[in-house]
């Protein structure tokens, strides 16, 4: 007849490997979710940055106006102004419309496309988006390079 052996085998010898599973991290309170953008931080520029690509991409915007001494001298985010908070932004929009455009349906489309473009790439919840329509880009008469001069005659 053969002997039994009698193996002691201690907790401490034993590894467990745990496969994990979808139930297991969202039960997890360290995981990040997209949601959660503690310890991100996004600057201004960015965010400005995001805003005037947006707002360019309406049809009808002719430009993007410098409001401040510092968007004069070389700033890239020429016509935005932004303030941001831990988890929401507030946007100005300074541009100049093109002539003939309707000016109301512009600047919704510009909030609405700047509002986008900025929550979907940053997180961020876009409080407002205040456009100011400071200038009309006239047509130019053909062949000279001056605008058309829309004053009337006396006749």
């Known amino acids: 007849m053969e002997e039994e052996k009698v193996v002691e085998v201690k907790a401490e010898d034993v590894k ?3 496969t994990v599973s979808n139930d297991n991290v969202e039960k997890n309170q360290d995981v990040v979710s997209e949601n959660d ?5 996004i600057s201004e520029e960015v ?6 690509m947006a707002a360019q991409e309406v049809k009808g915007v002719a430009s993007m106006n410098a409001s401040g001494i510092g968007e004069v001298f070389g700033r890239k985010t020429k016509g935005v102004k932004v303030q941001v908070g831990e988890k929401d932004a507030v946007i100005d929009i300074s541009l100049t419309v093109e002539y003939g455009s309707r000016i109301p349906d512009i600047a919704w489309e510009v909030q609405n496309k700047v509002k986008t473009q900025v929550e979907t790439m940053t997180g961020l ?3 407002a988006v205040n456009v100011h329509v400071q200038g009309v880009n006239m047509p130019k008469k053909k062949g000279s390079e001056a605008p058309v001069d829309e004053t009337p005659t006396e006749g």
């Open 37 to 41: 953008i503690k310890g991100i931080n």
């Open 125 to 127: 919840s876009v409080v």
């Open 47 to 52: 965010v400005a940055t995001i805003a005037g």
């Open 16 to 18: 467990v490997e745990e």
